[in-house]
């Protein structure tokens, strides 16, 4: 049942039906309602007394909703993130599928012209659009009434064609026309390079079960190894499964997958409506889809016939669901590939420390592509103190110098800030009041336009004050620079050329994105200011400077993958620039140009500096070396969350006495104490064995189960934790 109890429910079968199977729905009574929930398995007997049981009152499906591969991956994942298995199933369907929606289409209905008849064509005379949409259908068969649609004709005059007997309706199949493989694939039209051969060599999809880390710089060919891949795949009539980071499923690169394949390309992403998903989840079950590209909750869609997994960016922080049932696509989908016995591939330029680890122990084939293909060479790196050289408005004279040039050479700029916004901080310069968020330890960050004040952790927002609240003073002023204030000011500094602002703010609508990145596509010289949003996976081939603003914002993060995540970003930014013929340059701005880990940044590959890190993760117990799962504990009222959590940790103390190896710290307030108006504590658990955290982990969450947990108080177990915030 999708609750969010820990536990199974027993009923008995309706009388005179089929026995059901495995893995289908059930519609069944549920205290005072009626709830469909999924079949796990038949038993010969309960537990419960006879009497108690209630008797189901549907059976939904004939066959299972999911391969006994998938339903097995998503019963390992339920245990595995000690997470509930009702919600967990609930978690891997669309919502349509979850309140009853069919597993096939129906059957369509279309509209068929009706054999020609003079007299009845001689009506439409004087009705041009009815004779047109008549004479499509003559063509084209059968349509439904999207395609009618699409075809620029709408139901009245459908319905005109019907009264005057020219058309009829019939009921029809489903389509479920599978291209065959020899039409599926185009032409590669770039010959790969001896690293991409052997790359291809090595991910054999005949092969089975094999884990695959395409270890490859940015510019160096990866998607190119993983269309030729997906064509194999393809020809063998298999489904082909990519996975990607939120942001990177823009219509630019589906496209260049629709280009390279005559076959459609079902895209599965948040933006959808649950309709669409319920369709993308159907043509992914039937084998209708040969190709699906979709974000991280795409890793659960049935596939008729797997061939493989292919996860881009794996080192992408999306991959990690925050909530609910806290997964990681690419860990599920690794699981998933050895009980399919199908290949993974997993690609970065900037492998996660776990990924690289498993690649060093052999545990995954590493595979490097080192080169940028084509003729495009790896840019010059350099740090720039502005401890000496103060950046007035976040961009200092030695950067400001580059700038010019690179412009007046007829080239694009890069400039990467992480923050958006128009400034960090608002202040009063005579008390030193600053603006907090009244829901969360976070300053509020100042926006242009509309003019406000706004939490970037919580819904809040307010209107800017003119005056101190605490001492009236006219004084108050902003701190610090985000995306708005450098446009602004880029904008007075640079007059002949555009400024392209690129943060969440100003790509808010569906095309607002694909409109920028076309823009910078044209190549006319302009400077590029922007988010996170700009460090992935897009190609800027105009771009020959980019500048990292501010990389101390990454430097002192409390988080253990603080450092991690900023070499990926600096690398993944770096990667953006001189990808065509054009050699580019990268510059980092920073207070602490003596820094070891930016220092080696500037000498060492991506995989040294990351090396070095796993040294460190190594010598203080740290994942990948250990696995750490947090107890986290929220709550509306402090005092009830801090006794909550001491609680926990009195039961975690009394269970880690039968466990060995395992390590608890806290409890501590979370980073971030108060978030949305909820403060917040963990407890860490950590272990160097798999198989002892998961034992100590499921008997935790049975006992704090058990217990009375206050009604203002939230827990939940984050195995694998990705951040700590
Ligand atoms: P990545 O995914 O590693 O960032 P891409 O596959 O997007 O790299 O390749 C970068 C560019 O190089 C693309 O324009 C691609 O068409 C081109 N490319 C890839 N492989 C080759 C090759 N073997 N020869 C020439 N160009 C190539
Ligand atoms: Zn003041
Ligand atoms: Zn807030």
């Not at 390279?260 to 043509?283: K, Q």
């Not at 997964?327 to 699981?335: L, N, T």
């Not at 307030?669 to 272990?687: D, N, V, Y």
Request: with cysteine.
């Amino acid at each position: 049942m999708p609750t969010p109890l820990r536990r199974v429910f027993d009923y008995l079968p309706i009388v005179g039906a089929d026995a059901p199977v495995a893995g289908t729905r059930i519609r069944v009574p549920f205290g005072r309602r009626q709830v469909i929930g999924i079949l796990l398995e038949i038993a010969d007997s309960s537990s419960w007394p006879e009497k108690q049981l209630k008797t189901a009152l549907e059976y939904l499906d004939s066959e299972p909703l999911f391969s006994a591969e998938l339903f097995k991956t998503l019963l390992w994942a339920s245990d595995y993130y000690q997470y509930p298995v009702g919600d967990t199933l609930a978690t891997a369907l669309p919502k349509l599928i979850r309140s009853g929606s069919p597993i096939e289409p129906p059957a369509e209905i279309r509209y068929r012209a009706l054999p020609p008849d003079q007299d009845l064509e001689s009506q439409l005379a004087r009705a041009p659009r009815q004779r047109e949409l008549l004479e499509t259908l003559t063509h084209s068969g059968p349509l439904s009434m999207a395609e009618i649609r699409q075809a620029g004709f709408d139901r009245a005059l459908i319905k005109q064609l019907e009264d005057k007997g020219l058309t009829e309706t019939v009921l029809t199949d489903r389509s479920d026309e599978k291209p065959g493989p020899d039409v599926m694939v185009a032409a590669s039209p770039v010959r790969p390079n001896a690293e991409q051969i052997r790359a291809l060599t090595a991910i054999a999809p005949e092969l089975g079960f094999q884990c695959s880390l395409l270890d490859g710089v940015t510019g160096s060919g990866k998607t190119e190894v993983y269309m030729q891949v997906m064509a194999k795949v393809l020809e063998a009539g298999r489904q082909c499964l990519l996975l990607v980071p939120e942001i990177g499923l823009t219509p630019q690169n589906l496209r260049r997958f629709e280009q390279r394949f005559n076959c459609p390309v079902v895209a599965m992403h948040s933006a959808m409506t649950d309709r669409e998903r319920l369709l993308a989840w159907r043509a992914a079950r039937s084998g209708c889809a040969p190709i699906i590209i979709g974000t991280r909750s795409a890793v659960f869609l049935p596939l008729a016939n797997p061939g493989i997994i292919i996860i881009d960016e794996e080192h992408d922080a999306s991959f990690k669901q925050q909530e609910g049932l806290r997964y990681s696509a690419r860990d599920f989908a690794v699981k998933r590939a050895q009980l399919e016995n199908i290949p993974v591939v997993l690609g970065s330029a900037t492998p996660s420390l776990e990924s690289l680890n498993n690649a060093l122990a052999g545990k995954f084939q590493h595979l490097k592509l080192s080169q940028r293909a084509g003729s495009a060479s790896a840019p010059k790196m350099s740090l720039i103190d502005v401890a000496s050289d103060p950046a007035s408005e976040g961009i200092s004279e030695a950067l400001s110098v580059k700038i010019d040039k690179h412009l007046q050479q007829g080239n694009q700029v890069l400039l990467f800030i992480n923050r958006r916004g128009y400034a960090p901080v608002l202040q009063c310069d005579r008390c030193g009041w600053h603006c907090e968020c009244h829901h969360c330890n976070a300053s509020m960050t100042v926006h242009a336009s509309p003019p406000s004040l706004r939490c970037h952790h919580c819904e809040a927002r307010t209107n800017i004050p003119s005056q101190c609240p605490n001492c009236q003073s006219d004084n108050i002023s902003t701190r610090g620079a985000g995306t708005q204030k450098l446009e602004q000011f880029l904008n007075k500094q640079y007059r002949s050329v555009p400024v392209l602002r690129i943060d969440r703010d100003s790509t808010r609508g569906r095309e607002a994105f694909a409109q920028l990145t076309d823009k910078i596509n044209q190549g006319e010289p302009s400077i590029l200011l922007g988010t996170q949003m700009l460090a992935k996976g897009h190609h800027f081939p105009d771009v020959t400077l980019v500048a990292i603003l501010d990389a101390d914002i990454g430097l002192f993060s409390p988080d253990f993958r603080g450092q991690e995540q900023m070499i990926q970003t600096i690398v993944q930014v770096a990667g953006r620039a001189g990808r065509a013929d054009k050699t580019g340059e990268v510059v980092i701005q920073t207070r602490h140009a003596e820094h070891p880990g930016l220092n080696r940044l500037m000498t060492q590959s991506y995989e040294q500096c990351a090396r070095s890190l796993l040294q460190e993760r190594q010598l203080s117990r740290m994942p990948p070396f250990t696995h750490l799962c947090l107890l986290r504990i929220e709550s509306a009222v402090a005092q009830q969350g801090v006794r909550f959590a001491r609680q926990c940790y009195e039961t975690a103390f009394r269970l880690q006495q039968q466990e060995q190896q395992i390590e608890l710290i806290g409890p501590l307030p979370a980073p971030m104490e108060r978030k949305a108006g909820r403060f917040r504590f963990q407890l860490h658990i950590k272990s160097a064995s798999r198989p002892r955290l998961q034992r100590f982990l499921q008997a935790l969450a049975v006992t704090i189960e058990a217990g009375k947990t206050p009604s203002q108080v939230r827990w939940s177990l984050d195995v694998d934790a990705q951040d700590l915030l």
